[in-house]
Nanobody, 123 residues
Framework: QVQLVESGGGLVQAGGSLRLSCAAS????????MGWFRQAPGKEREFVAA????????NYADSVKGRFTISRDNAKNTVYLQMNSLKSEDTAVYYC????????????????WGQGTQVTVSS
């Protein structure tokens, strides 16, 4: 059974930083691209960032480019999202997800999801 467990969310002031972690089990972690999505109240879940299995390729939403960095440690079966220069509009529940294959921004291309971690940015 595949499990993805996020951690690292919390309350931070605008301009601050947080690092989210997602620990994976039950799947050959290093064979799959991983992604981060977020969902704010009343909005659709949206793509944030993705990373290839080897970490050679990354992709970011325009809204976070230059502020967020996705990375992974295949030895620890963990993917990270470093979030800097946080804004109030970054407030959302953040989800990590495992892709069926290659890096993708499409939500339906991810078949396993974590339970989410809340990030709240106060202005």
């Amino acid at each position: 059974q595949v499990q993805l467990v996020e951690s690292g969310g919390g309350l931070v002031q605008a301009g601050g930083s947080l690092r989210l972690s997602c620990a994976a089990s039950g799947r050959t972690f290093s064979s799959h691209a991983m992604g981060w999505f977020r969902q704010a109240p009343g909005k659709e879940r949206e793509f944030v960032a993705a990373i290839s299995w080897s970490a050679a390729y990354t992709n970011y939403a325009d809204s976070v480019k230059g502020r967020f960095t996705i990375s992974r440690d295949n030895a620890k079966n963990t993917v990270y999202l470093q979030m800097n220069s946080l804004k109030s509009e970054d407030t959302a529940v953040y989800y990590c997800a495992s892709a069926r294959g290659m890096v993708t921004t499409v939500r339906t291309d991810y078949d396993y999801w974590g339970q989410g971690t809340q990030v709240t940015v106060s202005s």
